[in-house]
């Protein structure tokens, strides 16, 4: 089969969605399908156009055997009028890139920024193939929750382009199983509609390996047993629990070490300043293979969230990637992420945004190594179980596979959304 995807961030840039959307096409190649890709000049989360990259209309771009089509758009990291020029731009500009592209058996779409939803039905349309779009986020409603936006007209408009993509969509692809209930029952999408496609992991890049203690030496490091937040600093993320437990954690050699970038980063990284807390660093964002190497430092992973009703159907892709490292994790929260944890028998969970609980965990895990082994062992086994890409992927395709001959045969009847 021939897949088009489109989407604004990917390869080379660093993140949760690139890191997902190269495994998850990555993995589509090495079955014989072809992927061809509709994305960005690389630009996030600088918010500047990578220095390989000239600012230009359209550059053709190759990686892993598949074609990517880059396009212009106005960069940038900052105010919410500029963000969303960011994805007008792109939006704009994916239209061009859509015409210049093969025409696949399906195009593929990924949310957010959910404007990407009228170039793709557009290009749909125009090729007579169904669209799927790739649902990571439900936008507006996390902006809405979060408090990013206030309601008036502009979420008004969010909301019914949501509405209007929905319809249009062939198929829905739930990364979470609360977003897919979501779907279902709130959003009132048709069951025939929704696809489950969540996070994996790739356990080839990400596994068990022996402490590297030349990275330990270069990061100053070589003393200190190392509890690591590797993902995307966010506000749902809740982070500022974390810099509470290591207030409390300032009379063990214990160091916290947060990689990755996002909205909350800088005011993580003054508020540990104005707090003057000597057992946090930061680290700039890296490629995962980095982040596979920096996990055999750290006796566990972390991973917090929001004390919200909302934030319930989440599952961090850093709890997965600690576990696939063979390394416990210790989750501050709750809902989908934490249930995975209990049910891998992978880790620690402790009540959201409960510094001392949490506190807590990451000594006793530090204080008891025998059984931080025996989680991480546990967490790795249920990664390859279920949650390694070659198994996603699997799944998704028989889920795809079954939708399209009930959608195609004339003695099925499909409900109109």
Known sequence: MRFLLLTQYFYPEVGASQVRLGAFTRELTRRGHAVEIVTALPNHPTGRIFPAYHPQWHTLDHWEGMTIHRMWLS????????RLLNYFSFAFSAHSGLHNASVPDY???????????????????????????????????????????????ALRCADHLERWAYRQATYLNAVTEGIRDTLLDTKQVPAEKVLFLPNGVDIATVHPQPSDPRLARELGLAESPILLYAGTHGMAHGMEVALDAAALLTDTPIKLVFIGNGPQRQPLIELAQARQLPNVVFLEPQPLEYVARLH??????????????????????????AMAAGKPVIYSGA?????????AHAGVVTPAQNAPALAAAIRHLWQHPAEAARLGANGRHYIEQYLSWPAVVDNWLQQLQCRESARISPLVSVKSY
């Open 75 to 82: 960069p940038a990291n900052g105010s919410t009028c500029k």
């Open 107 to 153: 195009l593929i779409a990924d949310f957010p920024p959910l404007f990407l939803s009228i170039p793709a039905v557009l290009a749909a349309r125009r090729w007579g193939i169904p669209v799927i779009f790739n649902i990571a986020d439900l936008w507006p409603d996390s902006v809405r929750a979060l408090g990013i936006m206030r309601e008036g007209v």
């Open 296 to 321: 055999s430092l750290a006796f566990a992973g972390l991973s917090t969230l929001q004390d919200s009703a909302f934030f319930a159907g989440t599952r961090p892709v850093k709890a997965l990637i």
């Open 335 to 343: 809902g989908e992420g934490a249930q995975i944890i209990e049910d």
